[in-house]
């Protein structure tokens, strides 16, 4: 395992520091592991908590600032925050007009957020949640835990964050929050596996020939292994099961190509064209576009698609000023 | 009689196992989920182990370990862990002594708490395919002999946790595999078969 | 060699397209390729070319748009840019108060920019050209090439893109890229090698416990190799080459912990922490921070830290609006 | 006499090598360099061989080899190549065919503005280290016979690069490694040796 990194161990106590030393939008609660914004919200207005295990920078910690997240609770590397974190997330951010919980969808974030919205309520905050579960590579079924949540959660924080900024209330936002993470789908492979540090191993072996079509953010399998093929295969691969689960026809389209970590801007680039093509031929719109690393995994090599249907209002509130480390326009 | 020194020694004991056995129950978790539930039971049981030690009753131990994986663990198994203890401390008084059958109960109690907030049945290869024979055994043998009844309980877990290698996931993370996570012996239900190891061992 | 790509061949063609399908800040030249801001700056403005191999992204293309660069050459991979893509971008961008080259000090680069220049020039273009040469891994000395241009690279362009904005002539601005060039130092190491999609495997071999300390941002071999250490040691032999070559105290600076390409976020951050500290013992004050992938190589896991000397002119030029896709703010 | 025809196959004949060795240039450019010496000079010669063929004169012919590498091919090679030929092209006059010594001198007068434009000199473990005494040799010996000469220019150049080995490279990528270039053969002169075994192959 080659990683620079003091020990295991330290790693997220190791990176809170530097973000607390790189990000000046942003204070770290080193107690709890939570990134905050150093300006906090204005009184009245609707914050917005997410968080979850670590591994996926620059999601969540990184979107944490104005017009995106108020808090991001920091789990170990790809382990949930727990509830003390949730809860003591919650409670610093609420500005009396509630708080929004933005959840991937995974077994742990979704209890770890639910027992923490649960001690957040009984202390009287009012609390909501988001589940987002955009990868379209699982099944949904009541034999899984039902589909994951993956780089589209950037879509929901950026379009809800520029909300709550402009005042929308809790119920609003949460149905908002909704509606982005029902019009969005994601797709994902790798051509290596990541390596958990204090696992000290790649999560699973991928020969030097293959790539795995569907793969998890955590190095979750995915739905196939096969031959590494070329770009324009890998953007078919991608774009066709989106496009089979949701109509994106009459529409415009916020589209993310989305890099896992370690694969180069210059693939990110080709695989975005041969994306695009595939999109056109389609008749799908796009109206926005994002390409580099915003949801990643580790050291893992590899892409995502995320394409989300986006009415006018959500087209708005995307376009909306946004400062954060992770992403930024208009401010 | 179960004595607070008894749950010390069999805290301490599950510690011991798992850091003995984190790397293994990481191994396990690679093919079939993310490579983490070695180093979150350790981190769990880094700040059980001490807590359940300093506690003056029993209750009071439960509810030590149950907070530690809770506020230490996160994942999957941190509010799973968490709920057992914390559902099980509950039933209890507050005493430095309870009789086998009593902690027998509440064991039992801790686990069911634990399923309803997975959601998970038996046969969903969970930590509950080694919990619930487990608690089950140690219930219906309790009567006996407390020495004999946690060594059930431990053949119970363990025969539930083989019996996860053959099953398809329908919960948590190796859910996402479907048909693929057969092969593959679960790591939560290993190492809630530890836990029963560990009181099998210290109470002999 | 696993990558997204189609072929080796295609690699540079390829991404061009998807640049020009990902970012509406740019228009692309294919002919010529280079990347060029869609929105040209005003007559009688001095503007910014540069350019380079390829594999260094966001590095050069990424920085074209309001602020910064006018056109970026787009060489091979690792390869600089001919003479004609040169003349074609100076030529296309003059606004008729001259041009300036930001070069990266290569024996390819300097004699390609060189010849270039000579063709606008004999068009009658005004011509000035600023070498940089900030990596203090190597010996600048007679006997080698001299100093190579690595991630302060980014740092002159910004400011003097910022300059260039507000209407410094070509004179003044090449002497402002002079003083941010001669203020900057950096240092880079490496966990792997790149590998060059042309040839199909790592251009070095590094075994599974080693680093190189020195690494150039084209896998040229650094100072010396050693086994693996922690992010504390990796810091500590990144800054005091810096330190030990230029003056860092009594100046505000700005400072870049910059990828490779293939390190993830949570180690840039475990590094920046302790690149922080450190710097602050030595007493060093930083004004100014960035950090993530600016200047890369290809695939390669490795980091290098990038510190500029920066008087008030220089940070206010930094802080200036800038809206590229590698690098945006205030607009 | 040297002919438009001798030239086409000299280049097409160096173009050839190229293909068949640039996996092999481009691992000689790995330790000392950056991995792209055989892609680049294959990339300008695929544009260098049919731009020769279709040329008139041997002037043209060189210019067009000339422009191809600097157009084509980018990196250090591609202007010092360039430099080469188009250098050697203004030597002489828009003719069909020239005198062996006339080549021969246009070449040393392109060898010279190569070494001049790279401002290296021999010893500094580049493609001058065979390009110089290649020249030389050629030069030399063309008073007797030009297969004779281009086989004692191949000889040297193969001389040259062989000696590249054991030199500390003082320009180019390779000299950021100082001593720990040694032991490794130069690509540019090793790419530089091909070029004068074409002409001696198809002078025979
Ligand atoms: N819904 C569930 N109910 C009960 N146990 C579960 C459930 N989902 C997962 N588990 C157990 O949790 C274990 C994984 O724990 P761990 O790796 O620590 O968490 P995570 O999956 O969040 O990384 C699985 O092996 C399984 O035994
Ligand atoms: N200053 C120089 N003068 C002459 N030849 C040089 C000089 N620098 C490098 N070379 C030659 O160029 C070769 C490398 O060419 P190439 O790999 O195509 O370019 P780059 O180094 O830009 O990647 C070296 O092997 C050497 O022979
Ligand atoms: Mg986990
Ligand atoms: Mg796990
Ligand atoms: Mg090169
Ligand atoms: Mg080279």
New interface residues.
């Given amino acids: 395992m080659?990683?620079?990194?003091?020990?295991?161990e330290r790693?997220i106590a190791?990176?809170?520091?530097?973000?607390?030393?790189?990000?000046?939008r942003v204070r770290v609660d080193h107690t709890n592991r939570v990134i905050l914004r150093a300006d906090p919200k204005a009184q009245g207005k609707v914050a917005l908590v997410s968080g979850g295990?670590?591994?996926h920078?620059?999601l969540h910690g990184?979107y944490v600032g104005h017009g995106m997240l108020d808090a991001a609770c920091v789990?170990?590397?790809?382990?949930?925050?727990?509830?003390?974190?949730i809860l003591a997330a919650t409670t610093e951010v609420d500005r009396g007009a509630g708080v929004l919980h933005i959840v991937k969808n995974?077994?742990?974030d979704v209890?770890?957020f639910e027992?923490g919205a649960e001690l957040a309520t009984d202390l009287g905050v009012d609390v909501r949640t988001v589940v987002i579960a955009d990868d379209v590579?699982?099944?949904d079924s009541t034999?899984?835990?039902g589909r994951?949540g993956v780089a589209g959660t950037v879509v929901v924080e950026k379009v809800v964050g520029a909300a709550a900024e402009e005042g929308m209330g809790l119920g609003e936002a949460a149905a908002l929050a909704q509606r982005v993470a029902d019009s969005t789908r994601s797709m994902g492979m790798a051509?290596?596996s990541c390596t958990?540090p204090?696992?000290g191993r790649p999560?699973?072996d991928l020969p030097?020939d293959e790539?795995e079509i569907g793969i998890?953010i955590?190095?979750?399998?995915g739905r196939h292994r096969e031959p590494?093929t070329?770009?324009?295969d890998?953007a078919r691969q991608l774009v066709e099961p989106i496009l089979a689960d949701l109509d994106f026809a009459d529409a415009d389209t916020i589209l993310l190509?989305n890099g896992m970590?370690?694969?180069?801007?210059?693939?990110?680039?080709?695989?975005?064209?041969?994306v695009?093509a595939l999109l056109e031929a389609a008749g799908v719109r796009v109206a926005r576009?994002l390409?580099g690393?915003y949801a990643?995994s580790?050291?893992m090599?590899g892409?995502s698609v995320t394409l989300a249907r986006a009415d006018a209002e959500i087209l708005r509130l995307f376009d909306a000023p946004v400062n954060t480390a992770g992403l930024?326009?208009?401010? | 009689m179960i004595t607070t020194a008894l749950v010390s020694a069999w805290i301490a004991r599950f510690g011991e196992i798992i850091e003995d056995r984190a790397d293994y129950l990481t191994k396990l978790d690679s093919p079939i989920g993310d490579a983490d539930h070695g180093a979150n039971m350790l981190r769990g049981m880094t700040a059980a182990v001490p807590a359940a030690e300093n506690a003056p009753t029993i209750d009071a131990q439960l509810k030590a370990v149950g907070m530690a994986m809770l506020s230490k663990v996160g994942g999957t198994s941190g509010p799973l862990y968490g709920t057992l203890f914390l559902k099980a401390a509950m039933t209890l008084g507050q005493r430095a002594e309870v009789a086998p059958s009593e902690f027998a109960a509440a064991l039992r109690t801790g686990a069911d708490a634990l399923a309803f907030r997975g959601k998970a049945e038996p046969g969903d290869k969970t930590m509950v395919d080694a919990l619930a024979p487990a608690v089950a055994a140690l219930e219906s043998h309790v009567a006996e002999d407390f020495a004999a009844a946690a060594e059930a309980a431990h053949r119970a877990a363990d025969e539930g946790r083989a019996a996860t290698t053959d099953m398809v996931a329908r919960k948590g993370r190796a859910s996402y595999l479907g048909e693929r996570s057969v092969g593959h012996t679960d790591p939560g239900a290993t190492s809630a078969t530890y836990l029963f190891q560990a009181l099998a061992e210290v109470s002999r």
Avoid at chain 1, 2 to 8: D, G, H, Q, R, T
Avoid at chain 1, 14 to 24: C, F, S, Y
Avoid at chain 1, 75 to 85: I, L
């Fill in positions: 080659k990683k620079l990194i003091n020990s295991p790693v190791d990176a809170l520091r530097g973000v607390e030393a790189a990000d000046e295990g670590s591994g920078e620059p990184g789990g170990e590397v790809f382990t949930s925050p727990t509830p003390d974190q995974y077994t742990g209890m770890n027992m590579a699982v099944e034999y899984t835990a994951r051509l290596t958990v204090a696992a999560t699973f030097e790539m998890g955590h190095g979750e399998p590494l070329d770009a324009a890998v190509v970590g370690a694969t180069p801007l210059i693939e990110l680039h080709i695989l975005f064209g041969e695009m576009r390409v690393n990643t580790l050291d090599a892409a930024r326009w208009g401010a």
